[in-house]
């Protein structure tokens, strides 16, 4: 048995045939929002378990044959605002190697979307992932996942891609929901990260030599019938929805920046209303920048800065904001990203962008406790 910092207790049987990783982790947090930029009393104020997971990896009878299982029982990871049940099952897959290059998957993971959200959340550089993923993100969904790897000249490359069923983790089926397409490319012109860094935010090993990724995908999901696609409210009829990421990230000696521009476009963005709820349902059709930059030091002490921009289309301003964000965060590492302590001051502002000199803003403290193996 041995402690790992990327995969935690490691148990290998004695003939071999098997290997089983087990981790966890904890995020408790606490956030305080005043009622306004200038106005500083506190509009709300809170302490919570943010996450707490489960985590099991590994191989059986064959290193070919892996698994992917992970549980989540915050009320946060059991999805409890837009699933009648609780939702503790985020990961349940199993792989099968075909070559040193191919691998295929069948069961439920994320998506290969925007890459801070396929960053896990807890090896994020701030208390939690920007505005631009929580609007637009693909997130987690049940099918068949294959994932490529080789190389072009000396430049390493990357390939993804999955064909889901489109509605999301553990979803019931619903007649008439179609399917998902989601596909993604990855070129690395300087080499692989060390540690795997280009999916870990901050450049905690401090690379020696500069390292960069960039990404691009695209997803189609037909006839979705949750406001986010795989996530989100139920609306009241489907729609076809269209995402298109680009995202980089860049590390040199403790300095790392990480860039990311979504787009989603939607068949049907709103829908007839307003509903029981004097709510009308729409889908955040539009586009989102988010931009990091960060600098760690020998001794693990981290200072990043953050912005982040949701901007909706024109059929949906009147109904939903643009967001803006400008955060500041300080971090400490005391065990890789395992044990960790983070904080975070976000200036936050909200247009509609119909209405001019309507703009709504506040400030955002957030500490958080990361402990985990």
Known sequence: MVLDDKEGIRILARDTSAGINLRFRIQNRTDFQTQSGRDLDLASHGGYIKRLRLRSSGFLLSKKLTYSLQLGFSPGDMDLENSEDPQIIRDAIVFYQFTPHLK?????????????????????????????????????????????????????????????????????????SGVAYTGRVEALPFGEFTMDGDYFEGDWVREPSPKLSIGVSFSENDNAYRAGGQIGRPLPGFTDLQSLIADMVFKYNGWATYHEYNRRTAGTPVFSGPTEDNETDFVFAGHGYNGQLSYQFPSHFELAGRYSVITPTREVERLVQQTKQYTLAANYYLRWHRIKLQSDLTYQTKDFLPITNDTQDAWILRIQVELGI
């Open 104 to 176: 295929i998957g069948l069961g439920q993971s994320k998506l290969p979307g925007n890459r801070q959200r396929v960053i896990s959340s807890g090896e994020q550089q701030f208390v939690d992932r920007s505005i631009v993923n929580a609007t637009f993100t693909l997130d987690r969904d049940f099918g068949l996942f294959a994932f490529y790897q080789n190389q072009l000249g000396n430049m390493p490359i990357h390939l993804q891609a999955a064909i889901s069923n489109g509605d999301g983790r553990n979803a019931s089926p619903v007649k008439g």
